[in-house]
T-cell receptor, first 112, second 114 residues
Framework: DAKTTQPTSMDCAEGRAANLPCNHS???????VYWYRQIHSQGPQYIIH???NNETNEMASLIITEDRKSSTLILPHATLRDTAVYYC?????????????FGQGTRLTINP | KAGVTQTPRYLIKTRGQQVTLSCSPI?????VSWYQQTPGQGLQFLFE???????NKGNFPGRFSGRQFSNSRSEMNVSTLELGDSALYLC?????????????FGSGTRLTVV
């Protein structure tokens, strides 16, 4: 699985859009980009994933660059409850090889 | 629908003992994975089961084992507990074995070894 690089921490004002970057320059053609977040002492929560097209769901949007070497998770109107550690994970969908490799993630703090 | 249920939520054990943790996946989900989370190492993959078969295993000693039952519920067992086994143990389930639908995590079992 490709390695990902994320900033260690970020701050965002409540009500503004939070844009979390992730570099995955070694991604291969069959690898998806997944985003999870973890609020203190809880299990990671799935946010969104994509392959090459931009994706949007009720929680967030995922923008993947055309060369797929980086992506950005967008929380359109951040709230205090969005304060969490956000993990960007790249992995292939391979039958029988089901594991997520978590890095250190980005600690996002939403400020009032 | 009910989420992934892990029991117990908290556990305190003594060095040398063994422990069994339980995970009930979302109804219909057939894949269950286990992870260990510690402050120093972060989230690390332990193993993954699909249809009662272990499909993948992380780099953990043989003291860590698991199994999956026909109803997809899974257990993990840690024998001869060490202080370093103190961690949050998380399980995640997904619908199929390809993970394309994402994984749903439980709230975890916090194990403290004293």
């Amino acid at each position: 699985d490709a390695k990902t690089t994320q900033p260690t921490s970020m701050d965002c004002a409540e009500g503004r859009a939070a844009n979390l970057p992730c570099n995955h320059s070694t991604i291969s053609g069959n690898e998806y980009v997944y985003w999870y977040r973890q609020i203190h002492s809880q299990g990671p929560q799935y946010i969104i994933h994509g392959l090459k097209n931009n994706e949007t769901n009720e929680m967030a949007s995922l923008i993947i660059t055309e060369d797929r070497k980086s992506s950005t998770l967008i929380l359109p109107h951040a709230t205090l409850r969005d304060t969490a550690v956000y993990y960007c994970i790249v992995r292939a969908i391979i039958q029988g090889a089901q594991k997520l490799v978590f890095g250190q993630g980005t600690r996002l703090t939403i400020n009032p | 629908k009910a989420g992934v249920t892990q029991t117990p939520r908290y556990l305190i054990k003594t060095r040398g003992q063994q422990v069994t943790l339980s995970c009930s996946p979302i109804s219909g989900h057939r894949s269950v994975s286990w992870y260990q989370q510690t402050p120093g190492q972060g989230l690390q993959f332990l193993f993954e089961y699909f249809s009662e078969t272990q499909r993948n295993k992380g780099n953990f000693p043989g003291r860590f084992s698991g199994r999956q039952f026909s109803n997809s519920r899974s257990e993990m067992n840690v024998s001869t507990l060490e202080l370093g086994d103190s961690a949050l143990y998380l399980c995640a389930s997904s619908l199929g074995d390809r993970g394309a639908d994402g994984y749903t995590f439980g709230s975890g079992t916090r194990l403290t070894v004293v």
